[in-house]
Every structure is written in structure tokens, then in C-alpha cells.
């Protein structure tokens, strides 16, 4: 499974942005996904993530509320809503394939892609 990450960008904190992961060359609909980010000088850390039906969903607790992932298995894509941003949100996003229920640790993922800067401005 190819996975590529899109949709980062620069927002003032407040603001809202979504970043899209499309994936390919492999049965979307059989993988559960999730969302990490790492910050400079930091390990990569779990975000969100959604089973391969889309009907388990996980958070961490720093964007629970404030995030939303999604996916959509007839266009083999997953989503990231990120609303109400912070300083602390600046980050490269990645997007990861693996089980079907996945976890919040990266060994449960078998797929990442490329990231996506996320960077949010006071």
C-alpha cells in the first residue's frame, strides 16, 4: 500500500485545517489508519486513528475535541479535521496503514507515508 499525505500547511492558532491521506496499490477497505505527527526534536506521537470500517475511532488526549479523522473507503482516502489549532499542534503529520483495529503504538502499522507540514503560527 502506497500512502500519500496532502493538505499541510501554514494557520494562525484558532484556525482550522484538514490534511488528506489517498492511499493505493492495495485493499484500503482491510486497513485500519492513523494520524501521527512529529515536532522537531521529538518522537513521533499518535494522533487519531480509525478501524478499517470506520466505526472505532481513537484520540489522543491533546486534540480530543479538536480533531477529526474519517475515511472513505469508496475513494480509498482518510481524513484529518483539525479545528481550534495550537502552537503545540506545529508538527509533521504522517499517515499510516496497518491492522484492522489499529493502536495507538507505530508498531501496530505496517504503511506510512511521506508527511505533511503542519505549522501553526501565534
Known amino acids: 500500500v502506497q500512502l500519500q499525505a496532502s493538505g499541510g500547511g501554514l494557520v494562525q492558532a484558532g484556525g482550522s485545517l484538514s490534511v488528506s491521506c489517498a492511499a493505493s496499490?492495495?485493499?484500503?477497505?482491510?486497513?485500519?489508519m492513523g494520524w501521527f505527527r512529529q515536532a522537531p526534536g521529538k518522537e513521533r506521537e499518535f494522533v487519531a486513528s480509525?478501524?478499517?470500517?470506520?466505526?472505532?475511532?481513537d484520540y489522543a488526549d491533546s486534540v480530543k475535541g479538536r480533531f477529526t479523522i474519517s475515511r472513505d473507503n469508496a475513494e480509498n482516502t482518510v481524513l484529518l479535521q483539525m479545528n481550534n489549532l495550537k502552537i503545540e499542534d506545529t508538527a509533521v503529520y504522517y499517515c499510516?496503514?496497518?491492522?484492522?483495529?489499529?493502536?495507538?503504538?507505530?508498531?501496530?502499522?505496517?504503511?506510512w507515508g511521506q508527511g505533511t507540514q503542519v505549522t501553526v503560527s501565534s
Open positions: 499510516a496503514a496497518g491492522a484492522r483495529y489499529p493502536r495507538r503504538t507505530t508498531t501496530t502499522y505496517n504503511y
Open positions: 496499490g492495495g485493499t484500503f477497505s482491510s486497513y485500519g
Open positions: 480509525i478501524s478499517w470500517s470506520g466505526g472505532v475511532n
